[in-house]
């Protein structure tokens, strides 16, 4: 069975950092294609992140945490991570690892339950 | 940057209905798009990709077709547990969602 589990958020004052992470079992972590997407309570969802299987060829965000995300994998110990700097009120949201494909389309089919960033003085 | 757009934002249903939501990119991404739904406190669900494709243990009562920039979700008979909010998600280029379309009880 496919698990994804998130860890990390937390409160953070505007400016501050947090690094979020991710535990994937009951797959081949090292083929897929791996991503964040967050959403606010009541709101949509935004892709954020996504990193390629190898870690370092290919590594993509969205416009509005470009300069302030980094998105990274270890294949050893199956795990993806986020680390968020300069964060802004804006970033607040719940924050998913959600699994990719292995040819790197980016289509969404297991996501774990999420970690809640809150971003407030 | 590609940017989606869904309608209606909302849709009052009734059970047994046929409902159609439209999602239109702002320009053309071929059949690289996919459509989730999401009941309040879950998570999201894959139900179509490649514009058509049911995603498997997906009910066929759910339909999708377009291409290029206009794309449509069909529910054929609405059962109660497909009150939800239903997105579509382009990914020709990374994967940017539409802003949602909630279907609600008539």
């Known amino acids: 069975e496919v698990q994804l589990v998130e860890s990390g958020g937390g409160l953070v004052q505007p400016g501050g950092s947090l690094r979020l992470s991710c535990a994937a079992s009951?797959?081949?972590?090292?083929?897929?294609?791996m991503n964040w997407v967050r959403q606010v309570p009541g709101k949509g969802l935004v892709w954020v992140s996504r990193?390629?299987?190898?870690?370092?060829?290919?590594?993509r965000y969205v416009d509005s945490v470009k300069g302030r995300f980094t998105i990274s994998r270890d294949n050893a110990r199956n795990t993806l991570n986020l680390q968020m700097d300069s964060l802004r009120p804006e970033d607040t949201a719940l924050y998913y690892c959600?699994?990719?494909?292995?040819?790197?389309?980016?289509?969404?089919?297991?996501w774990g339950q999420g970690t809640l960033v809150t971003v407030s003085s | 940057d590609i940017q989606m757009t869904q309608s209606p934002s909302t849709l009052s249903a009734s059970v047994g209905d046929r409902i159609t939501i439209t999602c239109r990119a702002s320009?053309?991404?071929?059949?690289?798009l996919a459509w989730y739904q999401q009941k309040p406190g879950t998570l999201p669900k894959l139900l179509i990709h490649t514009a058509s494709t049911l995603q498997s243990g997906v009910p066929s009562r759910f339909s999708g077709s377009g291409s290029g920039t206009e794309f449509t979700l069909t529910i054929s008979s609405l059962q109660p547990d497909d009150f939800a909010t239903y997105y579509c998600q382009q990914y020709d280029t990374e994967g940017t969602f539409g802003q949602g379309t909630k279907v609600d009880i008539k």
């Open positions: 009951g797959f081949s972590f090292n083929v897929y294609w």
């Open positions: 320009q053309n991404i071929n059949r690289w």
């Open positions: 959600v699994r990719g494909t292995t040819n790197g389309a980016t289509i969404f089919d297991h």
């Open positions: 990193v390629s299987p190898d870690g370092t060829s290919t590594r």
